[in-house]
């Protein structure tokens, strides 16, 4: 009989778990390179105890919320009118392909530079990063939504407005939210290299504030936070890409 | 939407044309004009001047080298690693059971953030930088790997079985070439990843590379120099990604073919 | 005359991923002669394209017996090839390299290789193919790449599965006449697995009727027809009423499983 899932899915993460206490203990990894599982557990406790990790938190994450949430509203507006009215598309468009092979994180030094060592600079930073793939995620949803359905609404009475909105917007949903998949990744890389580079606040801060003072588990507790908010985020955008789009089969 | 004639294609195309013409001559206008700041963004002109100095000091040249040498070390030891292993977690269901989790939580997260783990390990030099790099671009490769090694046709599989094939020629006879498409796919993610991961480390750890280059000119507010840098990466990458296409369709002349079917 | 390819008593239990087992052969005894050409016929899910892969080597063999020649099928292997429906050629390589592949495993002087693999292109009618992508081909074109990559290998036994099933009607009437053009001029033992009537009469020497799930063999009806019988043989009165007689027995099956539950399980 197999074993229940969940077991089997935690097994392999325990094994891990059990492997990295004991290696820096036994002697066979310098603790001071690779601290033990249960230092790096006190060190995150000790932190969030404190309220200095949830309150880096909380700086990083609505940093993150406000310049990804205003690249989703500004680039799906964007990529939907691009798609539907070709005037727009041939007059921003080319500007908008020049900038694709740009990678997201040349732009951060840019922002520092017009915007200073602040939230600023980071909010925008993460701003510009996202608006590319949801553009060009809400633009390829548009113009993928078949031409009999729009032709249909038309048919029935629909204005081009209508159509617009309640044809072609949700027709665009399933490119458009796989787009903001990617952006939320690139979201969270955006925001942890604005915080390296400009400091100040933020779990990136935190990341190099532990790190140059030697408090390595500490900093190694911080690195992990990052790592599992990144992942939960994708999880949870997921669940709710799926409940969204739960009529497409 | 509207059916486009012959007539008005030839328009947008204009048009599109006519747009970026614009948009860079309005760009050098309002620099020259003062309207803004020059620190903050220089005028095209300038950049380009800034272009020519490097390439002819012979700083553009290092600098380009530096960063695709350690970009393709990163990337040719993420490939190494990470074909292999994704072909592993297709095929053999221990290393999958075992792993599967740890791949899933590992490819969404920021793997930049992991940077100053990587220069406690390895000390502040290109060893830490490399090791970032192949580290964010090997887990698109895996995934991609894993996922075209295990979609193999089963009836084309029993084919081969038929014709004799041993298990260990089914490996490189079939499973291989099968999955050549999807491995394609992931070796493409990896690349801008690559990219992207080398002028980030640059930025972060200063001093030499493309990424070095933007970071000096931010910080000693020298804005021809930081958009030279961005404009150099710009065609870095649009170059990297034309050759890869190049390479895609030649290698995959076959599966091309199928494609426009 | 003794049994080439023998089974006694097979039962197959199909087990998916999820879901619930269920059973897709339950005792089936089949005796095939050598040299004969036997239809597997019957509706969709009665089992014909599982005892055909458990012939081949496939599928393992729990409950019954097989023997091919006298000696227990242990796996899949070239002196029993095999066709299947959608193709299953190799997309990255040429007409000419998908057939060569079961020749480069037999290890071959190359220069035999060659000749052999072109041959075999000229048996097919596929001349002036052989650099062309499977991709670049027609369903027609490509099924018969696969038939002669499976004769490439010359084995005794030919398998079919529904091998012209996703052909258009006309395409799959030129290959049935290129079918008997090969076995007449090779005779060798063919089992083909098809659900319809009219293509099992035509072809085969003996037809074996299958119930609907769980399969079983219901029937085994001789078609007794002129040896070198070409498409007149279909206008004869004979052919038709075996078409007839069998359609009824296929028929009453068909409907069971039209009836039967939804239930997920290859044929």
């Known amino acids: 009989m197999r074993p229940p899932l969940v077991i089997s899915r935690i097994t392999p993460v325990v094994i891990m778990a059990v492997t990295w206490e004991l290696a820096p203990r036994l002697g066979g990894v310098n603790p001071d390179f690779l601290p033990s599982l249960t230092m790096v557990a006190q060190a995150w406790w000790r932190s969030v105890a404190t309220g200095e990790l949830p309150y880096h938190a909380i700086v990083s994450l609505a940093n993150l919320a406000i310049g990804l949430l205003a690249s989703i509203a500004i680039g799906t507006l964007l990529g939907v009118l691009m798609a539907w009215h070709p005037l727009l598309n041939a007059t921003v468009g080319p500007l908008v392909q020049m900038t694709f092979p740009i990678p997201r994180t040349a732009l951060v030094p840019v922002m520092i530079l017009w915007l200073g060592l602040g939230a600023a600079s980071k909010i925008a930073a993460i701003f510009s990063g996202c608006l590319l793939p949801v553009i060009v995620s809400a633009y390829n949803g548009a113009r993928g939504v078949e031409p009999t359905l729009i032709w249909s609404a038309l048919a029935l009475g629909a204005s081009r407005r209508q159509v617009l909105w309640e044809i072609a917007l949700p027709g665009a949903l399933p490119d458009l939210m796989a787009g903001i998949r990617t952006a939320i990744a690139i979201a969270f890389v955006l925001m942890v290299t604005s915080e390296f580079l400009v400091g100040g606040r933020g779990l990136g801060y935190l990341i190099s504030f532990t790190g140059d003072a030697g408090a390595y588990a500490a900093m190694f507790s911080v690195v992990l936070t990052v790592a599992a908010l990144g992942f939960l985020a994708d999880r949870l955008y997921l669940h709710l890409m799926t409940q969204i789009l739960r009529w497409r089969e | ?261 | 005359m003794s049994a080439y390819i023998h089974c006694s008593g097979i039962s197959h239990m199909y087990r998916p991923a999820h879901g619930k087992e269920v059973l897709a052969l339950d005792g089936v005894s089949l005796d095939i002669g050598e040299r004969e050409f036997m239809a597997l016929l019957g509706p969709s899910g009665c089992g014909k394209s599982t005892l055909l892969y458990m012939i081949g080597g496939f599928l393992p063999v729990e409950t019954g017996r097989l023997t091919v020649g006298n000696a227990p099928v242990t796996g899949p292997g070239p002196e029993r090839g095999i066709v299947f429906q959608h193709f299953a050629l190799f997309p990255w390589k040429t007409v000419r390299q998908n057939i060569l592949y079961g020749l480069e495993k037999k290890s071959l002087p190359r220069s035999e290789r060659e000749q052999r693999a072109q041959h075999y292109i000229d048996r097919v009618h596929l001349s002036g193919f052989e650099s062309a992508y499977p991709s670049q081909l027609s369903g027609g074109m490509k099924q018969r790449v696969a038939i002669a990559r499976m004769l490439a290998v010359e084995p005794d036994i030919l398998l079919m599965d529904e091998p012209f099933g996703a052909l258009d009607a006309q395409t799959r009437e030129l290959m049935h006449e290129e079918l008997l053009a090969i076995v007449r001029r090779t005779p060798r033992t063919v089992v083909f697995v098809t659900h319809d009537v009219r293509e099992a009469v035509y072809l085969a020497d003996r037809v074996a009727v299958m119930t609907a799930r769980p399969g079983r063999i219901k029937e085994i009806v001789t078609i007794d027809k002129p040896s070198c019988a070409g498409g007149d043989f279909m206008r004869t009165q004979a052919y038709r009423d075996k078409v007839d007689y069998l359609w009824h027995l296929v028929r009453a099956e068909a409907l069971k499983t039209e009836r039967a539950p939804a239930n997920r399980a290859p044929s």
């Open chain 2, 1 to 261: 939407m509207a059916r486009v004639t012959p007539l008005r294609s030839w328009y947008l195309t204009a048009l599109r044309g006519a747009s970026v013409v614009a948009f860079f001559l309005a760009w050098e206008l309002v620099t020259r004009v003062g309207a803004i700041r020059p620190f903050l963004l220089p005028a095209p002109s300038l950049i380009l001047d800034q272009l020519r100095f490097e390439l002819v000091s012979g700083e553009l040249v290092q600098a380009i080298q530096g960063t695709l040498l350690r970009m393709f070390g990163g990337y040719a030891i993420a490939v190494a690693i990470g074909v292999p292993f994704g072909i592993l977690l297709a095929r053999v269901a221990p290393v999958r059971w075992f792993f599967d989790p740890l791949v899933s939580i590992a490819l969404p997260m920021p793997q930049i953030a992991f940077l100053p783990i990587f220069i406690l390990w390895m000390g502040v030099g290109d060893g830490a930088k490399i090791a970032l790099i192949a580290f964010s671009s090997i887990f698109p490769i895996i995934v991609q790997t894993w996922a075209g090694a295990e979609g193999i046709d089963k009836f084309m599989a029993w084919s081969a079985q038929s014709l004799g094939v041993g298990k260990r020629a089914f490996l490189w006879d079939i499973v291989l070439p099968a999955a050549m498409p999807q491995i394609f796919n992931g070796l493409q993610i990896a690349l801008p990843i690559a990219l992207l991961s080398t002028v980030v480390v640059e930025m972060l750890m200063g001093g030499s590379g493309v990424g070095g280059s933007i970071i000096d000119g931010m910080r000693l507010s020298d804005s021809p120099e930081l958009f030279a840098g961005i404009v150099t990466v710009g065609v870095l990458g649009f170059l990297l990604d034309r050759a890869m296409d190049r390479l895609r369709r030649r290698a995959l002349a076959w599966h091309q073919e199928s494609q426009a079917d």
